[in-house]
């Protein structure tokens, strides 16, 4: 079975602040793929970053980083000094050939940045 | 260039109407998806081609009919709507879903804001 949880249901920090949305997958496949997508109230999914079961280095693009740790399971996204244009609905998402290469997402994270 | 577009961007219609949805990609890929999203829900799979064939159903009520007339459009007629239908309607490409080894990045569209009343 193929299952994402995010379980942060909405997170508000004030501009400039660090921020960790968390992910936690499940599936039993070996071999899947991860993703974070970012939406804003406009409602097009941005995608953010993909990652795959074998490559557990973190990743770092700018203001955002990814940590990914088979060990529990997680693929954690932080965003470093936020900004009021951060602010979104953020989805993680899980997709494996066991799941038919479907992508399951999480129940996503609203994301307020107050400034 | 990484974009999918869907037309209209705003559709009102009533139960009896029939409309289409319109999605494009000029990005060569040859899988197409529809995807259903409600309010504060995660994305809802409802359709894929794969090479312009349908190769997944997710038991989607005969009310929504799609049709992939080539490989860079994706429509979506509808007919008989209920007022339980109404939702975000997203678009999504990728690659290729052929090969098994390789689950491709899905890009969206901006999506279409449906209300039946």
């Known amino acids: 079975a193929q299952k994402v949880t995010q379980a942060q249901t909405e997170i508000s920090v004030v501009e400039k602040e660090d921020v960790t949305l968390d992910c936690v997958y499940e599936?039993?496949?070996?071999?899947?793929?991860l993703f974070w997508y970012k939406q804003p109230p406009s409602g097009e999914l941005v995608f953010l970053i993909r990652?795959?079961?074998?490559?557990?280095q973190n990743e770092i693009s700018g203001r955002y980083s990814w940590n990914f740790q088979k060990s529990t399971s997680s693929f954690n996204f932080t965003i470093t000094a936020s900004q009021v244009v951060d602010s979104a609905v953020y989805f993680c998402?899980?997709?494996?050939?066991?799941?038919?290469?479907?992508?399951?997402f999480g129940t996503g994270t609203r994301l307020t940045v107050i400034p | 260039d990484t974009e999918v577009t869907q037309t209209p961007k705003h559709l009102v219609m009533g139960m009896t109407n029939k409309k289409s949805l319109k999605c494009e990609q000029h990005?060569?890929?040859?899988?197409m998806y529809w995807y259903k999203q409600k309010a504060k829900k995660p994305p809802e799979l409802m359709f894929v081609?794969?090479?312009?064939?349908?190769?997944i159903n997710e038991s989607v009520p005969s009310r929504f009919s799609p049709e992939c007339p080539n490989s860079s459009l994706l429509n979506l007629h509808l007919h008989a709507l209920q007022p339980e239908d109404s939702a975000l309607y997203l678009c999504?490409?990728?690659?290729?879903?052929?090969?098994?080894?390789?689950?491709?990045?899905?890009?969206f569209g901006p999506g279409t804001r449906l209300t039946v009343l």
């Open positions: 999504a490409s990728s690659q290729d879903l052929k090969g098994g080894g390789v689950t491709d990045t899905q890009y």
């Open positions: 599936t039993r496949d070996t071999t899947y793929y």
């Open positions: 990652r795959n079961s074998f490559d557990e």
């Open positions: 998402a899980l997709t494996s050939r066991a799941g038919a290469n479907n992508l399951f």
């Open positions: 990005m060569g890929h040859r899988a």
């Open positions: 081609y794969s090479y312009e064939k349908l190769s």
